[in-house]
């Protein structure tokens, strides 16, 4: 279907909050954990997250991005400070991506989406705590990519990582690296055998 001039418009408002510690002091998340257990607190969430990469001298508009969602960000966090990270990762991107930041001069902040004022979207609830729901997440994380593109805003997300099939491709190699071929086949099959899914939604 075609836009056109009476075709409805809505612009959902983004707005982001950097992480930063108690005292209002920028922090290097990615590369520590802060001392204070206040600090670390508030990591302790679900939510869509932002990686900042600015240039030195650069003005406060001009930065590029990397945009992500957990369950458990407190949990994540570690694998964006490993110094080995796994090869063609994503960590291992961000990683070099860093690296190459601020050797450069620049720096790497940290921000989360702010959904301190909620909203409905269709019906349903979006606010802080519907950020526990791995739905919600992915809906969020998928417009804030969306917006940032349409805003010209460079990525460094590499979009298809999010396909079912690339994830699938992942899963599988993590599971023959764990477990071998015949029991990753096993529990494959069972993961993609439209019968078993069928099952488990009842």
Request: one cysteine or more.
């Amino acid at each position: 279907m075609e836009m056109n001039e009476t075709s409805p418009s809505f612009v959902l408002p983004l707005h982001w909050k950097a992480v930063v510690l108690c005292d209002g002091s920028r922090f290097d998340w990615h590369k520590k954990g802060a001392r204070a257990a206040r600090d670390r607190e508030q990591l302790e969430v679900a939510c869509v997250y932002r990686w900042v990469f600015r240039a030195a001298n650069s003005r406060p508009e001009q930065f590029y991005l990397y945009i992500g969602q957990s369950g458990k960000f407190e949990e994540r966090l570690p694998s964006y400070r490993s110094t080995n990270p796994a090869a063609g990762s994503t960590e291992e991107l961000l990683r070099r991506e860093m690296s190459r930041c601020e050797e450069q001069g620049g720096k790497v902040d940290l921000e989360f989406l702010d959904l301190g004022n909620p909203l409905r979207i269709n019906g349903k609830l979006i606010n802080k705590y519907s950020l526990g729901e791995r739905d919600v997440r992915v809906m969020m994380e998928n417009i804030s990519i969306v917006t940032a593109k349409a805003d010209g805003i460079k990525l460094i997300n590499r979009l298809g990582d999010n396909t079912n099939e690339v994830k699938i491709l992942n899963l599988a190699k993590k599971i023959v690296g764990q477990k071998g071929f015949p029991e990753a086949s096993r529990l494959l099959k069972g993961l993609l055998d439209p019968d078993t899914r069928s099952i488990e939604r009842k």
